[in-house]
């Protein structure tokens, strides 16, 4: 997740490593991770349109639906400074 990148881009920058030694991408586009100090490569889960889509589900299972439904949510690589 972004949170653990964020710690690894402070240990890639503490041992004076590049992108061109490696990368380092997160999980959840955090908008901390836009930031343009930080810069990280992220990928996008569509946090907002996955809970959304959550509770209508939710609501009609509520309202007496029995089948199950599977969902798939495309993501995104948000691609920024932190990787080559």
């Not at 041992?15 to 908008?31: E, F, I, M, S």
């Not at 990280?40 to 349109?49: D, R």
């Not at 599977?70 to 990787?83: F, M």
């Amino acid at each position: 997740n972004d949170a653990l990148a964020f710690g690894m881009l402070r240990a890639v920058d503490h041992l004076g490593l590049t992108t061109r030694d490696g990368a380092v991408v997160g999980y959840d586009d955090v908008p901390l991770a836009r930031q343009p100090g930080v810069s990280l490569t992220s990928v996008n889960q569509n946090g907002e349109q996955m809970g959304r889509r959550a509770a209508e589900l939710l609501l009609s299972r509520l309202d007496g639906r029995t089948d199950p439904v599977r969902e798939v949510v495309p993501v995104r690589l948000e691609a920024r400074g932190s990787t080559a």
